[in-house]
């Protein structure tokens, strides 16, 4: 059964506090998303394209903001992926807390699969002559 982590830590939660704590994690886990995604992007892009692409993804991830394990598990997946885009620039391989970051992901949903879809990818970026 994936998503048993997600699941444990929704209901602690909501046994904490109710409905509204629960609401509380997938807002912070959705501001975290966003936050993650503007500091990576800043590394990269200038102020005007940060905020566009920032407004971009809040507008089509609202869509899908609900207290659900998908939620929960964004920031990881961004954060896994991004750190192996980073390294792949640099032309070195991702750092080993990758797979403890992936292992994570992957008891927190299920879309994990997109990361191990990836990789082939990556790999094959990485095996091309520059």
Request: proline fraction near 5%; aromatic fraction near 16%; hydrophobic fraction near 60%.
């Given at each position: 059964?994936?998503?048993?982590?997600s699941?444990v830590l929704?209901?602690?939660?909501?046994?904490?506090?109710g409905?509204?704590?629960?609401?509380f994690?997938?807002?912070?886990?959705?501001?975290?998303?966003?936050?993650?995604?503007?500091a990576?992007?800043?590394k990269?892009?200038?102020?005007?394209?940060?905020?566009?692409f920032?407004?971009l993804?809040?507008?089509?991830?609202?869509?899908?903001?609900?207290a659900?394990?998908h939620v929960?598990?964004?920031?990881?997946?961004?954060l896994?992926?991004?750190?192996v885009?980073?390294?792949?620039?640099?032309?070195e391989?991702p750092?080993?807390?990758?797979?403890?970051?992936?292992?994570?992901?992957?008891n927190?949903?299920?879309?994990?699969?997109?990361?191990l879809?990836?990789l082939?990818?990556?790999?094959?970026?990485a095996?091309?002559?520059?």
């Amino acid at each position: 059964m994936q998503e048993w982590l997600s699941e444990v830590l929704m209901a602690c939660i909501y046994r904490l506090g109710g409905w509204e704590s629960l609401f509380f994690l997938a807002a912070a886990a959705f501001a975290a998303t966003q936050a993650l995604l503007a500091a990576r992007l800043q590394k990269r892009l200038t102020p005007y394209f940060v905020l566009t692409f920032a407004m971009l993804a809040f507008f089509f991830g609202m869509f899908h903001f609900k207290a659900r394990p998908h939620v929960i598990a964004w920031p990881v997946l961004l954060l896994w992926l991004a750190n192996v885009i980073e390294a792949a620039d640099r032309d070195e391989a991702p750092g080993w807390w990758n797979i403890p970051l992936m292992a994570l992901w992957a008891n927190l949903h299920g879309s994990f699969v997109i990361g191990l879809g990836l990789l082939p990818i990556f790999v094959a970026e990485a095996s091309c002559p520059a």
